[in-house]
């Protein structure tokens, strides 16, 4: 090479065209693995509880969502909220890897109990299912 002769920018010898071809294989999988998401069932439970009956409605759920995610592969996301005005009013973020999850999910013993402990707390369920536009979430420390 000649002084003040520059490597192409893109040329193979140059150590920035490594880097680039290791991010591209790197992303690549990632891309397909979002599209793939499409399948998932996302879905809303607004729940009006008796609030007398919050305290053992909050125990029986925490007890299901955590079975779920611990025995169940396709049960991928529970996030369950209470209003601050209004603590017996829930809504849970569901997150299912698809349909077929969800429809497994509602047969098992875990979910059946909590159905059966809850059904004389629970005043009102509206059931919502949603797209998923999009999350932000931080990495775990």
Do not use: W
Not at 17 to 23: K, Q, S, Y
Not at 40 to 60: E, F, G, S, T, W
Not at 80 to 94: H, M, Y
């Amino acid at each position: 090479m000649k002084p003040h002769q520059t490597v192409p920018y893109f040329h193979i010898t140059n150590p920035l065209f490594f880097l680039l071809l290791a991010i591209v294989v790197t992303i690549l999988p990632a891309t397909t693995l979002q599209a793939q998401k499409t399948d998932q069932m996302v879905r809303l439970a607004k729940i009006k509880v008796d609030p007398a009956q919050l305290k053992a409605y909050n125990k029986a759920l925490l007890t299901q969502m955590k079975a779920a995610i611990a025995l169940e592969p396709g049960v991928l996301t529970y996030y369950a909220v209470a209003g601050k005005k209004d603590p017996s009013t829930i809504t849970i973020l569901e997150i299912y890897a698809d349909t077929a999850a969800y429809n497994k999910h509602i047969l098992t013993s875990h979910f059946k109990k909590y159905k059966d402990t809850v059904k004389d707390m629970v005043k009102s369920l509206e059931l919502v299912d949603v797209n998923m536009i999009g999350f932000a979430k931080k990495p775990d420390n």
